[in-house]
Nanobody
Framework: QVQVVESGGGLVQAGGSLRLSCTAS???????MGWFRQAPGKEREFVAA????????DYADSVKGRFIISRDNAKNTVYLQMNSLKPEDTAVYYC???????????????WGQGTQVTVSS
């Protein structure tokens, strides 16, 4: 079992920035960490993902050029730097861990509790 804990959410004005953190209890057997989000009344969607070893990344089109995912292997921690935030970025953001390279949330068996991000206009 892998425990995943997110932090860093909050309220920010449009155009502002936030950084989310996600720490995994272990990385053995975990190939990739991902961020997903769920807005009110919408399905949960992929945001970004990064591989622990090679650092390869994937982004949703809606966040490319604004969000940056990175990792600190020594701390078992992944970060999501969110810049130029828009009201439509408002959602609960979830961190997840998975054993393969994928962006499909079904391939991530371990999930955090989520952290709320609210962007005011």
């Amino acid at each position: 079992q892998v425990q995943v804990v997110e932090s860093g959410g909050g309220l920010v004005q449009a155009g502002g920035s936030l950084r989310l953190s996600c720490t995994a209890s272990r990385t053995f057997g975990i190939y990739r960490m991902g961020w997903f989000r769920q807005a009110p009344g919408k399905e949960r969607e992929f945001v970004a993902a990064i591989s622990w070893s090679a650092g390869s990344t994937d982004y949703a089109d809606s966040v490319k050029g604004r969000f940056i995912i990175s990792r600190d292997n020594a701390k078992n921690t992944v970060y999501l730097q969110m810049n130029s935030l828009k009201p439509e970025d408002t959602a609960v953001y979830y961190c997840a861990a998975g054993p393969i390279r994928d962006t499909n949330q079904k391939e991530f068996p371990y999930w955090g509790q989520g952290t709320q991000v609210t962007v005011s206009s």
